[in-house]
């Protein structure tokens, strides 16, 4: 029998909190009673995520991430709304032999034989977050009595047969449909003879709709008025942003236009609020980045940049290691563009260029403050730049994200930044590269064969090879879990340049890049391409993942 520890001693035993967090949660239970895992997720010392992987390890349990599974239809009709409702258990899939259906609650005996009754198979229990299940459960169920796709399909079926149509309802199931399917954006893209949907998904676009033509301009004039927009300003790219609720959820979205020679195109950026993200173990770093990223994070002075492209995730790295930071015990002031999501004890500020509250005026007021810990979102002008680094090398930790492709590369650009390069080498903790590669789906990936010729066309050697002797690739090939792309939620791959006493001296007398690289590749960095094809190895993902984002 699994045994059952106290949650709090717990999670301190997984490292999610320390004693500290926990002396706090206590003094604020006896103000007000409550369960202490309530308290601490409040205080937003752990994430309703990380309580249920704690309790998944508890019970020697599979913790799954419900944000990264579609369940089947099948596994669905089971069970009554009502019931998976009340009792916040979302089905997962079932077979000849076993029903699976995440729960939070794994010691609830009684809805497991209830289950067991009305399913006529064993019932196998896995654990997940409690308020994802109760999110996600309200959209299956809905999408279940209202397919959504359908009820688009049947509106651009009418709009072809010249038939009026609600164009804010459609507008509306466009928004269902990109939440369903976990989309981060959705395009509206006008073309010569018809006009495209597409979400982007994984950091991947997927064509999804295409409708009339004619419907364009009264769908762009729909989305203009609910984001405040000028309806009839249609030459210029404009920017708003709107609210928008579904099964009881907000919703921000931030709409961009742009004039193309077909007309406005629409991108709605659907901003995400879900801080169980922001856990350094779900990133799907190795044991040894995980390490040394703790590790940078733990420094009390110094400047550590994430950089990579749009998309690559660098915001959610630089959040889960700031969650890392004590923020009882040090003072933490962030400058963010948005603020995405709000944490105790952080104190926590928008950008405001239209104020004047920019980045670099941000970092002088932050100076003031008493700081240890400074969040800059990002460095893109040179007084942003050297006010960062000058905070960084007189006692403070600054944490920032920079665009470049990787991680030695920072280098140069600090410099174009007019950055001397003694004051790189003596600010600079580390820099984290990064990327985000596709998972391959673990319900439907299959085994593959590769001929070591590929393998040397990569630049994998024997010896590398030799460190996976149990290594296995697998290719995508596409099931009702993950709507059938083969791929279901993303990992991180990185390379991580840490500044020793040897990387310090060789960017004080500025060496070029290839000697920076090499010399980092001796202390131990992984280039971001071998970090992805350990994946591959690990049948985590594919060649063809890491080759779309690595370049
Ligand atoms: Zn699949």
Do not use: W
């Given at each position: 029998m699994a045994q059952n520890k106290p949650i709090g001693q717990l999670l301190k035993e997984l490292g999610f909190i320390t004693e500290e967090q926990i002396q706090v949660a206590l003094q604020v239970q006896?103000?007000?009673?409550?369960?202490?895992?309530?308290?601490?997720?409040?205080?937003?010392?752990?994430?309703?995520?990380?309580?249920?992987?704690?309790?998944?390890?508890?019970?020697?349990?599979?913790?799954?991430?419900?944000?990264q599974?579609?369940?089947?239809?099948?596994?669905?009709?089971?069970?009554?709304?009502?019931?998976?409702?009340?009792?916040?258990?979302?089905?997962?899939?079932?077979?000849?032999?076993?029903?699976?259906?995440?729960?939070?609650?794994?010691?609830?005996?009684?809805?497991?034989?209830?289950?067991?009754?009305?399913?006529?198979?064993?019932?196998?229990?896995?654990?997940?977050?409690?308020?994802?299940?109760?999110?996600?459960?309200?959209?299956y169920y809905y999408q279940l009595e209202n397919p959504i796709e359908k009820e688009?399909?049947?509106?651009?079926?009418?709009?072809?047969?010249?038939?009026?149509?609600?164009?804010?309802?459609?507008?509306?199931?466009?928004?269902?449909?990109?939440?369903?399917?976990?989309?981060?954006?959705?395009?509206?893209?006008?073309?010569?003879?018809?006009?495209?949907?597409?979400?982007?998904?994984?950091?991947?676009?997927?064509?999804?709709?295409?409708?009339?033509?004619?419907?364009?301009?009264?769908?762009?004039a729909r989305i203009k008025i609910i984001s405040e927009l000028d309806i009839s300003e249609q030459r210029k790219p404009q920017d708003g942003a709107f609210s928008y609720n579904f099964l009881n959820e907000e919703f921000d979205l931030r709409v961009s236009t742009l004039p193309t020679n077909h007309g406005e195109n629409i991108v709605l950026r659907l901003l995400g609020k879900n801080a169980s993200l922001f856990n350094l173990s779900h990133l799907g770093l190795n044991e040894t980045n995980t390490k040394k990223v703790e590790h940078f994070f733990q420094k009390p002075y110094g400047i550590i940049l994430i950089v990579g492209p749009t998309g690559s995730g660098k915001t959610t790295t630089l959040y889960s290691a700031l969650r890392k930071i004590d923020s009882l015990k040090k003072n933490v002031l962030t400058i963010e563009d948005p603020i995405e999501y709000r944490f105790s004890f952080i104190k926590q500020t928008q950008l405001n260029t239209k104020a004047g509250y920019t980045f670099d005026a941000a970092i002088r007021s932050f100076m003031r403050q008493d700081p240890d810990v400074m969040l800059v979102g990002e460095i893109r002008d040179e007084a942003t730049a050297e006010l960062a680094v000058r905070a960084s090398i007189t006692g403070h930790l600054v944490l920032s994200t920079l665009h470049t492709n990787n991680a030695v590369g920072t280098i140069p650009r600090l410099e174009d930044l007019k950055i001397p390069s003694y004051?790189?080498?003596?600010?600079?903790?580390?820099?984290i590269a990064q990327r985000l590669v596709r998972k391959l789906c673990n319900r439907c990936?299959?085994?593959?064969?590769?001929?070591?010729?590929?393998?040397?066309?990569?630049?994998i050697t024997e010896e590398f090879l030799a460190k996976y002797p149990n290594?296995?690739?697998?290719?995508?090939?596409?099931?009702?879990?993950?709507?059938?792309?083969?791929?279901?939620?993303?990992?991180?791959?990185?390379?991580?340049?840490?500044?020793?006493?040897?990387?310090?001296?060789?960017?004080?007398?500025?060496?070029?890049?290839?000697?920076?690289?090499?010399?980092?590749?001796?202390?131990?960095?992984?280039?971001?391409?071998?970090?992805?094809?350990?994946?591959v190895l690990l049948g985590i993902t594919t060649f063809e993942e890491i080759d779309r984002v690595v370049d």
């Open positions: 006896k103000a007000n009673p409550k369960f202490l895992g309530e308290i601490l997720e409040e205080l937003d010392f752990v994430t309703s995520a990380e309580i249920a992987e704690a309790i998944a390890i508890q019970h020697g349990l599979e913790y799954i991430e419900i944000e599974i579609v369940p089947s239809e099948e596994a669905l009709k089971i069970v009554p709304k009502e019931i998976a409702i009340s009792k916040n258990i979302l089905p997962i899939s079932i077979d000849n032999e076993t029903f699976v259906v995440a729960t939070q609650e794994v010691n609830d005996i009684m809805t497991m034989d209830y289950l067991q009754k009305l399913s006529k198979r064993n019932v196998k229990f896995v654990v997940g977050d409690k308020k994802a299940i109760a999110r996600y459960v309200e959209i688009i399909d049947e509106m651009i079926e009418r709009a072809l047969q010249n038939r009026e149509i609600d164009i804010p309802h459609l507008v509306d199931l466009f928004l269902n449909s990109a939440i369903k399917d976990k989309a981060t954006d959705i395009h509206i893209t006008p073309e010569k003879s018809a006009t495209h949907v597409f979400f982007r998904i994984d950091g991947v676009l997927n064509h999804y709709y295409s409708l009339p033509l004619r419907l364009h301009n009264q769908i762009v004051l790189i080498a003596s600010g600079l903790v580390a820099v990936k299959q085994t593959t064969q590769i001929d070591m010729q590929e393998f040397q066309k990569r630049g290594y296995q690739l697998y290719k995508p090939v596409g099931c009702e879990h993950c709507r059938n792309t083969g791929y279901n939620g993303r990992n991180a791959i990185v390379e991580i340049l840490e500044v020793n006493d040897s990387i310090e001296a060789l960017i004080t007398k500025q060496a070029s890049s290839q000697e920076i690289f090499e010399e980092a590749k001796r202390n131990g960095m992984v280039p971001l391409k071998f970090d992805g094809y350990e994946k």
